[in-house]
């Protein structure tokens, strides 16, 4: 029998092919990203009026924007601020949203008024609440990883919570609150250890769901400022130019699509992976 | 029995695949069951009776599971007989709503919550007789009568959740009974239920059977209710019949070391030990991986080098069998 | 008896919920464990038994009543202050796969019960755990597993460890073995059998089965939708019950023995809901002989010596004993 968990997680995980593939593109754009000044062909703000708005070519593959700027560069930069973005989100939203989650679930007298302030929250559409964020906080790469954390988190309380409120009427909580450890280590060690499946799930979702939000964001003019190149920004600015040079929006467009699309196909790998209902029947 | 059993089933063997690769959860079962006898066939975890009783009634977990060797005979009404091993899925399904019916463990999951118990009863009686709807909804009241369901009239227009585990059971009865089968396949039906219910049921099984005549095949582990309701015992171990005799053989004189030692650990055969503490036998580990030779000997007391190798044959005599090589010698 | 009881319950009693889906859980219930005895708890679904188990261990709050450790009334005391019930008193739970975190080593899960009283600390810590492995029957080298690894019967063995680390003074066993194989159950109950005369354990061993009941318990208490119906030593309860209750269940509980009388005379209807008790006495619903009487007044436990004591309006000692007991 194989001992190893992490192998036998990859082996799970990567039954599906379809996953497989999704992994590995999300893990080649993750890479590009980090490694963007080494692997991108010329600076992204390099400026070349002449070579404006070039079809893709030998010289640049993806083409080039208004001001003559190496579109596939751009894409490989805009990957580090909106995958950054998104990854933030995360980190926040996963943060602050599982505290609240855990709060709310164990201790039944904070319930209420957690869940009332994540209902309101989530009464109200992604998008425009994140827009109205933007606008009153002001446009900035910062201010929008503010913005979308509150917008996600709510949905981070609500998945801690629930699965809090079912582990904590386990019999091993049972027993560690019989032994007398203390709350803190039962909510950090006995809960917290095993929300982390489905916190994980979630924070795959939540990191295509933030990387689409602030495109859109950028789109609408409501995200960060447009020297910062990110996917959004790119459709912005190269909105105008569509007609005549597609590979403006087009290129950044299916960056999107991939990187949301990757995203949410690993996050279904690993929803079925870690649910065992589902699990057994595969 | 002079005619052919009801259901005999040959050397059964059923695969599953599964992550690790593919097991062999059934590897040598052998039984019958005659009309109007109750046969238990008995077992721990991982003894594969509960394989055996859902390859028999064809709801083996489909691609993963599949009979991999065997014969599952059964004698239809017709005076045919089939192998359920081999039938096409649609004519098993035609099977398994008319001459063979199963009761389960669990009733609530084997009942639809969103109709009442008497629609659910009546839809069955209408799939293997030709009545309209009221006349199908009284044979359904009738049906709840008959496993004494008291103010029937009134409870065939509940649903499955008003009701308490113990009258689910009887309305997954009533539905079993409902096509008047000549086999009835019980897998633990009062495993779930309290003792006091459990007493019930079985008399509720046992009168039926005797009513209508049917051949039981009774899966438990639970050696009280063994002796409570069979006929004939069949005991399982890691997948292969071990010992089949009638319930009084087996119970005063196993002849296989693991149906004698599963019968010491009861609890109420605790004999005094030196101290005048009373003290249950115990089998040391566990069901392991199956090697050669006797699947048991790991834990057997009476195990021997001969017992290690090979592959050990069910020895059969009259109307007992036992799979052990030493048993003449064990029980000396 | 013992003159100074390791635990006393009086008038114990559990409401949850509140009207008009309130469940009386618990109803009235007093008994006492002397030091190293075993009283087991037996009942059907609905009996409050695990309730019970709970209640001791202020694992829930009770509605009334009071429960003495020690001669200490802890039934109100604040959790902070609850250190001396932590350390003397453990419970082992009836589910051998979520009684265990699955995220833990066999180490940290045992080990958990030693730091939080500070017992041990570092090489002491882990001779500690390996020896604690090791009087269960365990291997003290499988502290580094995880608990998949490991069967039911040996996860339940890793249970007992857990509990026995803090070297308590009472056990609440909660149906321990049920989720057992047969061959598995005796080795666990064989197990705690050995560590009650090791140790000197007390136990509060609540269980549906009558037979292991019997066999692990000094005293027994019969419960029946939250209250008692009959409190005595095994032996009493198990040869000369009084209360028809008792004798039903007897009656009822399947023989391992083909040639005892089968079940013949047994109780009819359902257990009603612990939300609508019966008035008077709860068992009356039941009960082949309940009158009119029994529906008006509550039955109060009376003695029928040596210990023994039943709730029934009625002397049930001549009656002929239930056929299959």
């Known amino acids: 029998m194989d001992r190893s968990p992490i192998l036998l997680f990859f082996r799970r995980m990567f039954r599906r092919k379809l996953v497989l593939v999704a992994f590995v593109v999300l893990f080649v754009i993750m890479l590009m990203a980090l490694l963007a000044p080494w692997v991108a062909p010329y600076e992204p703000t390099a400026i070349k009026v002449i070579r404006r708005l070039k079809p893709p070519g030998e010289l640049n593959w993806l083409g080039t924007d208004e001001f003559g700027r190496d579109v596939f560069s751009r894409i490989i930069y805009g990957a580090r601020a909106s995958l950054g973005i998104g990854f933030a989100v995360v980190v926040v939203s996963m943060t602050v949203g599982t505290l609240f989650g855990l709060l709310a679930g164990y201790f039944r007298s904070l319930d209420g008024v957690v869940m009332r302030v994540v209902d309101a929250l989530m009464a109200l559409p992604d998008i425009l609440l994140a827009i109205f964020l933007v606008a009153v906080l002001g446009a900035s790469a910062f201010n929008v990883v503010l913005a979308l954390s509150i917008v996600y988190t709510p949905r981070v309380v609500r998945v801690v919570r629930a699965s809090t409120l079912v582990i904590r009427e386990l019999p091993f909580v049972e027993a560690a609150r019989a032994l007398g450890v203390s709350t803190r280590r039962i909510l950090s060690v006995h809960i917290l250890l095993n929300v982390a499946s489905p916190v994980l799930v979630q924070a795959t979702f939540i990191f295509a769901y933030a990387v689409l939000a602030e495109a859109g964001l950028s789109f609408l003019g409501a995200g960060v400022p447009p020297e910062l190149p990110t996917w959004g920004t790119m459709i912005a600015s190269g909105q105008q130019y569509a007609d005549d040079a597609f590979w403006v929006v087009l290129f950044p467009g299916l960056a999107i699509v991939l990187a949301a699309l990757s995203l949410q196909i690993v996050g279904d790998g690993l929803r079925d992976m870690l649910d065992p209902k589902l699990r057994k029947a595969l | 029995m002079d005619k052919s059993p009801l259901l005999s089933i040959r050397d059964l063997e059923v695969r599953f695949r599964t992550e690790e690769g593919e097991v062999t959860p059934v590897r040598g079962v052998t039984l019958s069951v005659g009309a109007g006898e109750t046969v238990a066939l008995v077992g721990e975890s991982g003894s594969g009776k509960s394989v055996t009783s859902l390859a028999t009634m064809g709801l083996l977990p489909r691609p993963a599971g599949r009979v991999s060797g065997g014969q599952i005979l059964f004698r239809k009404r017709s005076g045919e007989t089939v192998d359920l091993a081999t039938l096409p899925s649609s004519d098993l399904r035609k099977l398994r709503g008319s001459e063979i019916a199963m009761i389960f463990q669990e009733p609530m999951t084997s009942l639809n919550p969103v109709l009442t118990v008497g629609e659910q009863i009546a839809e069955s009686v209408r799939l293997h007789m030709s009545l309209g709807h009221a006349a199908a909804l009284k044979r359904a009241e009738e049906m709840l009568e008959l496993v004494e369901i008291p103010n029937a009239r009134r409870r065939v227009h509940e649903y499955p959740h008003q009701m308490s585990g113990g009258m689910r059971q009887r309305v997954m009865i009533a539905l079993a009974m409902s096509c008047n089968p000549s086999l009835l396949i019980a897998d633990e039906p009062t495993t779930a239920l309290d003792v006091t219910i459990q007493a019930q049921i079985l008399v509720l099984i046992e009168r039926l059977q005797k009513e209508l005549g049917m051949g039981v095949l009774f899966i438990t582990h639970n050696l009280g209710v063994v002796a409570e309701i069979a006929d004939r015992v069949t005991v399982m171990y890691a997948g292969q019949v071990v010992e089949t005799g009638t319930v009084g053989a087996i119970f005063r004189t196993p002849r296989h070391p693991y149906t004698s030692a599963l019968l010491n650990c009861l609890p109420a055969r605790a004999q005094r030990g030196e101290d005048g503490r009373r003290v249950v036998q115990s089998i040391p580990g566990s069901i392991g991986p199956v090697g050669d030779g006797c699947a048991f000997a790991p834990r057997c007391s009476q195990a021997a080098d001969v017992c290690r190798t090979g592959s050990i044959m069910l020895e059969a005599e009259m109307e007992r069998s036992v799979r052990c090589v030493r048993w003449r010698e064990a029980f000396a | ?325």
């Not at chain 3, 958990?112 to 492995?133: F, Q």
């Not at chain 3, 549906?208 to 692990?216: F, N, P, R």
């Open chain 3, 1 to 325: 008896m013992s003159a100074s009881p390791l635990l006393a319950v009086e008038g114990l009693t559990k409401h949850f919920g509140r009207a008009p889906h309130l469940v009386r859980a618990v109803e009235d219930v007093s008994f006492h464990i002397a030091p190293g005895e075993v009283l087991g708890l037996v009942g059907e679904s609905g009996s409050g038994k695990s309730t019970i188990g709970r209640l001791v261990l202020r694992l829930i709050e009770s509605t009334a009543g009071t429960i003495r450790f020690e001669g200490q009334d802890i039934s109100k005391l604040p959790e902070r202050q609850l250190k001396f019930l932590r350390r003397n008193a453990q419970m082992v739970f009836q589910d051998p796969y979520a009684s265990l975190n699955p995220r833990l080593r066999v180490r940290d899960i045992i080990g958990e019960a030693i730091d939080a009283h500070r017992l041990a600390s570092g090489a002491k810590r882990t001779e500690r755990i390996g020896e604690l492995l090791e009087t269960v029957g365990l291997p003290a080298s499988h502290m580094s597993r995880f608990p998949h690894e490991f069967s039911g019967g040996q996860r339940q063995r890793i249970g007992v460890a857990r509990a026995l680390a803090v070297e308590p003074k009472l056990i609440v066993a909660d149906e321990p073995v049920s989720a057992l194989d047969v061959s598995v159950q005796a080795q666990v109950i064989n197990l705690m059998q050995d560590l009650r005369q090791r140790f000197g354990l007390a136990m509060l061993f609540i269980s549906h089965d009558l037979d292991v009941v019997e066999l692990m318990c000094d005293r027994i208490a019969v419960l029946y939708l939250g209250r008692v119906m009959e409190i005595g030593s095994s032996e009493e309860i198990s040869q000369r019950p009084r209360h028809p209750y008792t004798r039903a269940l007897l009656a009822a509980s399947p023989k391992a023995d083909p040639d005892a009388p089968k079940i013949r005379r047994m109780l009819t209807g359902d257990i009603p809901s612990p939300m609508a008790p019966p008035s008077g006495c709860v068992f009356r619903t039941r009960c082949p002989m309940a009158t009119d009487e029994c529906a008006r007044s509550v039955p109060k436990l009376r003695s029928a010596g040596d210990g023994h004591k039943f709730a029934c309006h009625y002397d049930t000692a001549n009656d002929e004993r239930p056929a299959a007991a």
